[in-house]
């Protein structure tokens, strides 16, 4: 049986990549590992900050891939170590989010153990633009 979609209407081109993107946002949300905070700030720019404690720049990786922006962490294993208690997991992550068209990523930093990425809003310029007919 195929699935229901709201987005299958003939008048909504293109739409099937946000509900793909809903999807995506969807199973992020259900994943709290690392705790994050979303603030807005002055000019329509969004900042991302990420508690990525015990991570160094190193094992840290930022990528956009096509609208998703992804951030990565691979901590190395405690080889070598004798343990009498471990309750700081070195543990990888994946934390994405989804990037609406146009958004750019400016300044990121790692500042005591908190990554803070800046995402960048384009002009709010209404653009109205005339097609030639050939």
Do not use: C, W
């Not at 990549?17 to 000019?43: C, F, H, M, T, W």
């Not at 160094?56 to 405690?78: C, F, P, W, Y």
């Not at 997991?89 to 153990?113: D, H, M, P, S, T």
């Amino acid at each position: 049986m195929p699935r229901l979609s709201v987005f299958n209407s003939p008048f909504l081109l293109g739409f099937d990549r946000l509900e793909q993107a809903l999807e995506i946002a969807i199973k992020s949300a259900a994943d709290g590992y690392p705790p994050y905070n979303v603030e807005q700030l002055e000019g329509g720019t969004v900042r991302i900050t990420i508690a990525v404690a015990g991570f160094t720049r190193d094992m840290l990786n930022v990528t956009v891939e096509n609208n998703h922006l992804v951030i990565r962490g691979k901590q190395n294993s405690a080889e070598g170590k004798e343990f009498l208690h471990r309750g700081i997991a070195a543990r990888q992550f994946q934390r994405k989010f989804v990037l609406a068209y146009g958004l750019e990523i400016g300044q990121v930093q790692l500042e005591n153990g908190l990554l803070h990425l800046e995402i960048l809003s384009p002009s709010d310029a209404n653009m109205i633009r005339e097609i030639e007919i050939t």
